[in-house]
């Protein structure tokens, strides 16, 4: 039985071929990716056993969708089946000074027209011990925040240890939505993950003295925001993912962890990263941080291990991050030489 159970929605990933443009390419790479799910092949590339539970149509592209996962060892036995479309994220991937776009158009989903009657939490959890979700599912409809509702309810009653990755997406709710949904949501979570950005625009807790869009950051600045997101919800650990974007290829990316318990705050070391992917980065972490806090780790080891997983995604182009835990351990032990293995 799965251990953890993540649960969101998958998509079909369009993508020009390089570094095209939309207006120029004439043909698309298609895979799939969505955060919830790129979690869990994370975990299972781990050796973790992992459930992702989302609502898919019945038909062929459905079906992909759920291959795309089974290849890795990821559990699709509790997907639900029906509507009629997967939803699409269509990727620019940027480079030098010109950033990536991203354009959903995930409107009528499966999941998106999904009811709280789909999903029977009772069942899912069986077995279980950690249930993460992100704010992106949420952001989808008032009848997904009520699903998510109930899976935090269900967990909660069962005791499973709840994480939410904040991931706010203005193209899918506005702020004052964000905040009403998830300030409701969040009572229910034990591990909260968030980056620059996210913990301002949910709920107004900004870091001072920095500025994203140059690169600067103030890393003393993320211990008051980890610690007031502590506060205000009870969270047993804040992780705050910090990136300072000089270009759309290199961009330096660390990690805070704060336990509320111990008062204990860990910053990862800084790693100097040449994208070959971004997107996914941040799901990557979250699988990291869960694997390494499900396996005992200290706050200093899990977000060691959870930067380097993250780090190493970055390398890897698509949504899924295929990596193994002996290269996460050998990146976060401080080999970062790229050198060939042979």
């Keep these: 039985m799965a251990k953890v159970i993540t649960f969101g929605e998958l998509m079909i990933r369009l993508q020009p071929y390089n570094y095209e443009r939309f207006v120029q390419a004439d043909r698309l790479e298609f895979s799939f990716g969505g955060g919830e799910a790129n979690v869990a092949v994370s975990l299972a590339n781990f050796g973790m056993d992992v459930a992702y539970v989302t609502?898919?149509?019945?038909?062929?592209?459905?079906?992909?969708?759920v291959n795309s996962l089974r290849r890795y060892g990821v559990d699709t036995s509790r997907i639900v089946r029906g509507g009629d479309r997967v939803g699409i994220y269509f990727n620019e991937k940027g480079a030098s000074q010109r950033g990536?776009?991203?354009?959903?158009?995930?409107?009528?989903?499966?999941?998106?027209?999904?009811?709280?009657?789909?999903?029977?939490?009772?069942?899912?959890?069986?077995?279980?011990?950690?249930f993460h979700f992100t704010g992106i599912t949420p952001a989808?409809?008032?009848?997904?925040?009520?699903?998510?509702?109930?899976?935090?309810?269900?967990?909660?009653?069962?005791?499973?240890?709840?994480?939410?990755?904040?991931?706010?997406?203005?193209?899918?709710?506005t702020r004052e939505q964000a905040r009403e949904a998830m300030t409701d949501l969040c009572q229910y979570v034990d591990v909260c993950i968030s980056n620059e950005e996210d913990a301002r625009d949910v709920f107004g807790i900004e870091a001072g003295a920095t500025?994203?869009?140059?690169?600067?950051?103030?890393?003393?600045?993320?211990?008051?925001?980890?610690?007031?997101?502590a506060d205000k919800f009870g969270f047993e650990k804040v992780a705050v993912t910090l990136r300072e974007s000089r270009s759309a290829f290199d961009n330096g990316w660390s990690a805070m962890l704060y336990d509320?318990?111990?008062g204990e705050y860990c910053f990862s070391k800084k790693y100097e990263l040449h994208i070959i992917d971004r997107v996914g980065g941040g799901d990557s972490f979250g699988g990291g941080l869960i694997y390494a806090l499900m396996n005992g780790r200290s706050t200093r080891e899990a977000v060691e291990f959870?930067?380097?997983?993250?780090?190493?995604?970055?390398?890897?182009?698509?949504?899924?991050?295929?990596?193994?835990?002996?290269?996460?351990?050998?990146?976060?032990?401080?080999?970062?030489?790229?050198?060939?293995?042979?």
């Design 100 to 130: 990536s776009v991203c354009i959903y158009d995930r409107a009528h989903s499966a999941i998106q027209e999904a009811l709280p009657a789909d999903f029977d939490w009772d069942r899912i959890f069986e077995g279980a011990e950690w």
């Design 306 to 342: 959870a930067a380097a997983a993250s780090a190493l995604k970055h390398s890897v182009e698509g949504d899924y991050n295929m990596v193994t835990v002996a290269e996460v351990e050998k990146l976060a032990g401080g080999d970062g030489s790229g050198r060939i293995q042979r």
């Design 211 to 229: 500025d994203i869009t140059a690169g600067e950051i103030n890393r003393e600045g993320y211990r008051s925001v980890a610690r007031q997101l």
């Design 55 to 65: 609502r898919l149509p019945a038909h062929a592209i459905g079906q992909a969708a």
């Design 260 to 262: 509320a318990a111990s």
């Design 140 to 173: 989808l409809g008032p009848n997904l925040v009520e699903i998510c509702r109930e899976a935090c309810r269900a967990a909660r009653a069962r005791g499973i240890r709840i994480s939410c990755d904040l991931n706010y997406r203005g193209k899918l709710w």
